[in-house]
């Protein structure tokens, strides 16, 4: 079974810039999660899909961020502008819907993001 | 709002070493709490999953304990080894639609 893929790995813009995040999660998966993770800390929840729609972006910062999942399976997530701030790694995850038993998630290889 | 802490944030012991990691949290209201490893550089990789109505799960070296009411989860690793240094971090699920609330993680070091 083929994991949860994203790109790019590593990413180096300049504040003010744009870049943008793409996730394709496993097959079947009606859920999907984006996570920031600062350097020493714990991942925090961006945004969650379910499906195309959105379950939970109370935490997305939305004069900058946007997500979109078209069609219910691949996803990007958008800086635009970038702060210094913004540098940390990006990771994608993964589950199947609430409900069934075995929810557990799988997380991508991230996208490290420095932002100069 | 669930908060979730870890303790400690570090440790290092010598190989060999039976450890335990501690993850609490604040509303038992849980749907159910993951365990994963990061190594440096790299993303998360799923350890153990406890639904909120079981109490423990276990696989190979790996026993991971459930404590809903007093909020308290434990990973216990037996005969340590230097490829089990990386950070492990636990998150907890609420009830239905909620997302993950990870822990800080705890950084462990096994020294050969």
């Known amino acids: 079974e083929a994991g949860v893929a994203q790109s790019p790995r590593y990413k180096i813009i300049e504040k003010r810039q744009s870049v943008a995040f793409w996730c394709n999660p496993i097959s079947g998966h009606a859920t999907l999660y984006w996570y920031q993770q600062i350097l020493g800390q714990g991942p925090k929840l961006l945004i969650q899909?379910?499906?195309?729609?959105?379950?939970?972006d109370s935490q997305l910062p939305k004069d900058r961020f946007s997500a979109e999942r078209l069609k219910g399976v691949d996803s990007t997530l958008k800086i635009q502008p970038a702060k210094l701030e913004d540098s940390a790694v990006y990771l994608c995850?993964?589950?199947?819907?609430?409900?069934?038993?075995?929810?557990?998630?799988?997380f991508g290889q991230g996208t490290r993001l420095t932002v100069v | 709002k669930q908060e979730v802490t870890q303790i400690p944030a570090a440790l290092s012991v010598p190989e060999g070493e039976n450890l335990v990691l501690n993850c609490s949290f604040t509303?038992?209201?849980?749907?159910?709490l993951q365990w994963f490893r990061q190594d440096p550089g790299k993303g998360l990789t799923s350890l153990l999953l406890i639904q909120s109505s079981q109490r423990e799960q276990t696989s190979g070296r790996l026993n991971a304990s459930l404590d809903k009411s007093s909020g308290r989860s434990t990973l216990y690793i037996a005969a340590s080894q230097p490829g089990d240094s990386a950070t492990y971090l636990c998150a907890v699920r609420g009830n239905y639609g909620q997302n993950f609330v990870f822990g800080p993680g705890t950084r462990l070091s096994v020294l050969p």
């Open positions: 995850a993964s589950s199947l819907v609430m409900g069934v038993v075995n929810t557990e998630a799988f």
């Open positions: 899909f379910q499906n195309n729609g959105v379950v939970d």
């Open positions: 509303d038992s209201a849980i749907y159910n």
